[in-house]
């Protein structure tokens, strides 16, 4: 017992020291190298701008509106950051947010269903791991936080099964009982204002959690179905929001692209395809290694364990998922990797059926002899912490190589940005290639607007068919395929361009073949970025 003490105690200090370094590293990168998130956090300082100091032409250009939707909760807390501190501390303080959001998520939750403290340590190491996913480098934050808020309101949804204990006097399930109901209604509410797919997977394992427990004991049958309410109520209010927003809805003009069955199931690690492929599923095949792990290698396997019911329900729950994953589509109205929103919560409820199969909840001392809890096999279990620790390092490491290399050539662009004149009209132009699954530069350029006060085009509001339908532009600018140069998916009209733009900020290398107006004069370059002026016909 001792020897297990001490192994957790190291382990618990090696893991502070490893969530220390992923802290440090992100707040060392100033330059914002996620994909969409330069494009969110401009959103949000004009969203900030109109709340609190309104800028003349951004009133002309943009509006604003409170609306009971989607995504505005994760615009409304970046905008109070943005509005209280300032454009570069928020832009290095959310990522950070957003990057600890699962790590703290996922150990409010374990606590909760009172898993051992070896187990939480190893799912908090893990969780760095999967917090640095696809999503999170692509600038998806609100997506990232609604996932990890999941885990929040399902834990107070536990908490409420729990108040229906007989272990608790009456009067004590009285008081926590409506207080627990409230901050659940309130995890859930939040979940829905984070992101649209968050609170579908949320009712989902809502639902077949309930089922469980109707099932598993009929004495829940009334609370369960009663802890569903919320979940009818905000699906019917966006449904009624989506109709008045959107007159097509339900239509069927709703245009879905399916995968093959041999994509989906080629596609199941893409979450994890960053920069290099092989690096990658490398890396991805040692997580699953770890993870499944205690489930083959456990001696008295978990089925046989006396309290399995949590290892089941979880089970349930990537099945569940999984189901969900197959039968869901790729795109849909112009959003794509849809169904790969579903990888998240299949990966992590994954990670709990290992825990679980390396100890059982409680105080089971038959259970207590599996393959990492057993401390006559304190080799093995030596292995499995040092393997945990590797891969979060390596995954640390691959991060800093790939990523640090950007710093240098985005201050570049900024440089760009900073030395176009002030509120003009500006069309950024991205021609980096892609690295990997990664494209740093796409969103760039609409920093502009926040470090200059001008105009630029690209900004994600809901005339331009993305679900920020609280904010759009009050004047549509003309502008090609965000893609043109790099797919080439547009034909650009440059009359129009020239009419409607003062500069162009472009990255480098560019093929001056490319600019269908020969007039245009270089006032700036450097080695990643230039700026045209546009000389009006």
């Known amino acids: 017992m001792n020897l297990r003490l001490s192994t957790h105690k190291v382990l618990r200090i090696v893991s502070i020291l490893i969530i220390g370094l992923y802290i440090i590293f992100w707040c060392n990168l100033r330059t914002l190298p996620f994909l969409d998130f330069p494009n969110h956090l401009t959103r949000c300082y004009v969203i900030s701008k109109l709340l609190s100091d309104p800028i003349p032409h951004f009133q002309k250009f943009f509006s604003f509106n409170f609306t009971f939707t989607p995504y505005i909760l994760g615009d409304l807390l970046l905008s109070s950051l943005v509005l209280f501190t300032s454009l570069d501390f928020a832009a290095v303080l959310w990522p950070v947010v957003c990057f600890l959001s699962l790590p703290v998520a996922l150990t409010f939750y374990l606590r909760e269903l009172r898993f051992e403290r070896e187990q939480i340590t190893l799912a908090q190491l893990f969780s760095l791991y999967l917090s640095s996913n696809w999503f999170f480098l692509s600038g998806f934050f609100n997506y990232q936080l609604g996932v990890s808020l999941v885990f929040i309101a399902i834990a107070f949804w536990e908490r409420i099964m729990a108040n229906f204990s007989p272990l608790h006097s009456e009067a004590a399930r009285g008081r926590f009982r409506y207080m627990n109901y409230g901050i659940f209604v309130l995890s859930v509410t939040s979940v829905y204002l984070m992101h649209l797919a968050a609170f579908f997977f949320l009712c989902l394992i809502l639902v077949v959690n309930a089922g469980f427990y109707m099932w598993k004991r009929e004495r829940f049958v009334k609370v ?84 399995e019911t949590r290892t089941k329900q979880h089970l349930l729950f990537v099945i569940a998922l999984v189901v969900i994953y197959a039968a869901l589509p790729v795109s ?206």
């Open 332 to 537: 849909s109205s112009g959003a794509y990797d849809v169904d790969n929103r579903a990888l998240p919560f299949i990966f992590i409820f994954l990670l709990f059926v290992g825990l679980g199969a390396g100890a059982t909840l409680g105080e089971d001392k038959k259970a207590q002899e599996s393959f990492y809890l057993n401390s006559k096999g304190f080799c093995l279990r030596k292995v499995y912490f040092i393997s945990t620790v590797l891969l979060t390092l390596a995954n640390l490491s691959y991060l800093v190589v790939n990523l640090t290399p950007y710093e240098n050539k985005l201050k570049e662009y900024k440089q760009a940005i900073l030395a176009t004149p002030e509120n003009k009209v500006v069309l950024p132009v991205a021609t980096w290639k892609a690295d990997g699954r990664i494209e740093v530069d796409l969103h760039f350029g609409a920093l502009y607007t926040a470090l200059r006060g001008g105009i630029t085009p690209y900004l994600f509001s809901s005339d331009s068919n993305s679900p920020h339908t609280y904010f759009y532009y009050q004047q549509r600018l003309y502008a090609p395929s965000i893609f043109w140069y790099k797919r080439k998916d547009d034909v650009v009209d440059w009359s129009r361009v020239q009419d409607t733009y003062d500069y162009i900020i472009t990255t480098k290398p560019l093929d001056m073949g490319q600019i269908g107006i020969p007039t245009i004069v270089e006032i700036f370059s450097n080695n990643s970025a230039s700026v045209y002026a546009l000389r009006k016909p």
């Open 224 to 307: 369960a179905l009663l802890s569903l309410i919320p979940l009818i109520v905000i699906g019917g209010i966006f449904i009624l929001i989506a109709i008045a927003y959107s007159p097509g809805f339900g239509s069927g003009r709703n245009i879905m692209t399916f995968r093959s069955p041999l994509s989906k199931l080629t596609a199941i690690g893409t979450m994890f395809v960053r920069f290099n492929y092989t690096i990658d599923i490398t890396l991805f095949i040692a997580f699953i290694i770890l993870v499944i792990g205690p489930v083959i290698m456990n001696r008295i396997g978990y089925f046989q364990m006396k309290k």
